[in-house]
């Protein structure tokens, strides 16, 4: 009897260890900071420059973000926020409002225009902005993506002499 359990040892041994390095690599091939299957698009309805997108302290900013399921399941969306960043990407300038999403499952293949805006007033300076969303994924569990990263510059409207606010 003892002699067929340490037969069957190595095998088992075996079968366990391929199992997490299966199971390792299926969690090195989701990337661990976007790992929902979504495609997004971010406009800026008021910046006409594509280029050089320029916000203003004191306006509002509005962003529509294009966001479409291509998982297999539907998604829970909760909450999209975001923060401006220095240039350098090693500081936080401001963090921006979060606000609830108010489509709150969104079927697979489909596609949800989420509005956000946010305001400044900070000195005028290049930034990063970072958005972000807090979703649930078709097996359950509360996850954060990344949704536009890109840079932008923050100045201060310009002023005229004719002006009630000056």
Same mark, same amino acid.
């Given at each position: ?40 698009n ?25 966001l ?36 709150? =499952? ?21 930034v ?13 569990? =509360? ?5 536009? =990263? ?17």
């Open positions: 009897m003892r002699f067929n359990f340490l037969l069957t040892l190595p095998l088992f041994l075996s079968t366990v260890l391929s199992a997490d390095v299966v199971e390792s690599a299926e969690k090195a091939e989701k990337n661990p900071i976007n790992p929902l299957k979504v495609t997004v971010v406009t800026f309805p008021d910046i006409d420059s594509p280029l050089k997108m320029t916000i203003f302290n004191r306006k509002l900013t509005k962003l529509n973000i294009n479409q399921n291509n998982e297999i399941g539907t998604l829970g969306l909760d909450l999209v926020g975001g923060a401006l960043w220095d240039a350098d990407h090693t500081k936080i300038v401001r963090n921006l409002s979060t606000v609830k999403v108010h489509h709150n =499952k969104l079927e697979p293949e489909h596609s949800v225009i989420i509005p956000y805006t946010f305001t400044t007033d900070i000195y005028p300076q290049d990063i902005l970072e958005l972000g969303l807090v979703a649930t994924d078709p097996t359950g569990s =509360k996850v954060s993506h990344t949704l536009f =990263k890109g840079p932008l510059t923050v100045a201060d409207p310009p002023t005229s002499i004719f002006d009630p606010q000056v």
